[in-house]
């Protein structure tokens, strides 16, 4: 079954928010790397690779479906940033905007009755818990660590493997 037009064209503008995602972590990892955060801005490159990952992944499926895939305008990301926490702050509050327009992208499938992009959908809704829930923790780590561990945490996300 082709997808519609109204559901591509909700696939395009998530396949753009994905790949504006992409370029603010990027973003928060040169601000990282420019400070000497070598760990955050290795976690922060991931992720950025992650979301970009996101962008391909949609568009294969609005491709796969006889739909075409575009990306639209991208805005410029926010460049200036205070310290690591406030960076992780932005970065969560970001998730849950995401989590939101995922959650619009998968109410327009159902109300479309499109089970294909229902069922694909679903499986960002529950990335997105994931998502949020790894900034969490690491939001948890600032705050039980007091700030005056801020290295021990870059380390600890300096460890983080690619998915």
Request: glycine share 14%; aromatic share 16%.
């Given at each position: 079954m082709d997808i519609s037009k109204k559901m591509q064209d909700a696939f395009n503008a998530q396949i753009t928010q994905e790949l504006y995602s992409s370029n603010l972590y990027l973003e928060m990892?040169?601000?990282?790397r420019?400070?000497?955060?070598?760990?955050?801005a290795s976690w922060m490159t991931k992720q950025s690779a992650e979301?970009?990952?996101h962008a391909l992944r949609m568009a294969d499926f609005v491709l796969n479906r006889g739909g075409e895939a575009h990306v639209g305008a991208i805005d410029?990301?926010?460049?200036d940033f205070?310290?690591?926490k406030q960076i992780f702050e932005t970065t969560m509050d970001h998730e849950k905007k995401v989590s939101d327009l995922i959650y619009q992208l998968a109410e327009k499938a159902e109300e479309e009755k499109d089970r294909a992009s229902v069922n694909f959908i679903d499986t960002f809704v529950d990335e997105?818990?994931?998502e949020e829930k790894s900034v969490r923790d690491i939001l948890n780590l600032f705050r039980h660590r007091?700030?005056?561990t801020v290295a021990n945490i870059d380390d600890?996300?300096?460890a983080r493997k690619e998915e």
């Open positions: 990892a040169f601000w990282f420019k400070e000497g955060w070598n760990g955050f979301e970009k990952n410029a990301p926010q460049t205070k310290d690591p997105q818990v994931e007091d700030g005056h600890i996300l300096g």
